[in-house]
């Protein structure tokens, strides 16, 4: 029910005209990278053709402003697994609003959430904890309102799947059970 391919045509035919931009399965780490003399669109490449890190690659996107995304990776420096205490705080802090993201992604495509510290090999995180943050600033977005590319592909997945579920949702986005 939940195939890569689906995700990549949706954000295709939602995205690629309007922002020049174009989601791609990729063979390893996620990246962004932005148009260049090589390539006429940007691209959104997410790992190993997992639903889940296109979801989160989008939800990335969609809070990136435009000069961010003339960056590769939006400019930012990626402090990789491994990292002690202050770094995963702030690796954490930075996580919150993607990841409340993708949480409405994955609850509009009727698909299992789990929050991510992506510190396997580092301090040990507080998941919990972290997870209680992301399901604040969803219940945070969700009453001021998604960034505009959100929204768009919120209801563009909310679409999708709930013409392929036949399962009756308790409501649009229902946190129950994302967390």
């Keep these: 029910m939940h195939h890569y391919q689906d995700l990549i045509q949706l954000f295709n035919q939602t995205f690629s005209q309007?922002?020049?931009?174009?989601?791609?399965?990729?063979?390893?780490?996620?990246?962004?990278?932005?148009?260049?003399?090589?390539r006429d669109y940007h691209q959104i490449v997410f790992a190993h053709g997992y639903f889940a890190s296109a979801?989160?690659?989008?939800a990335h996107w969609c809070i990136a402003g435009r000069a961010r995304r003339q960056l590769e990776d939006y400019g930012?420096?990626?402090c990789p697994d491994g990292r002690n205490a202050i770094q995963q705080a702030d690796f954490e802090k930075v996580e919150?609003?993607?990841?409340?993201?993708?949480?409405?992604f994955s609850l509009a495509a009727r698909f299992p959430f789990q929050v991510s510290t992506d510190n396997l090999?580092?301090?040990e995180a507080d998941r919990e904890g972290f997870a209680k943050q992301v399901e604040e600033q969803l219940t945070i977005l969700r009453?001021?309102?998604?960034?505009?590319?959100?929204?768009?592909?919120?209801?563009?997945?909310?679409?999708?799947?709930?013409?392929?579920?036949?399962?009756?949702?308790?409501?649009?986005?229902?946190?129950?059970?994302?967390?």
Excluded: M
């Design 18 to 38: 309007s922002d020049n931009t174009r989601l791609v399965k990729g063979e390893d780490e996620p990246v962004y990278l932005p148009a260049s003399d090589a």
């Design 55 to 58: 979801l989160h690659e989008i």
């Design 76 to 78: 930012y420096w990626y």
């Design 96 to 104: 919150v609003k993607p990841q409340a993201i993708e949480c409405a």
């Design 121 to 123: 090999n580092g301090v």
């Design 143 to 179: 009453q001021q309102g998604f960034p505009p590319r959100a929204a768009r592909f919120l209801d563009v997945l909310d679409a999708f799947y709930s013409s392929q579920s036949a399962e009756k949702s308790t409501g649009r986005y229902s946190l129950e059970g994302a967390f």
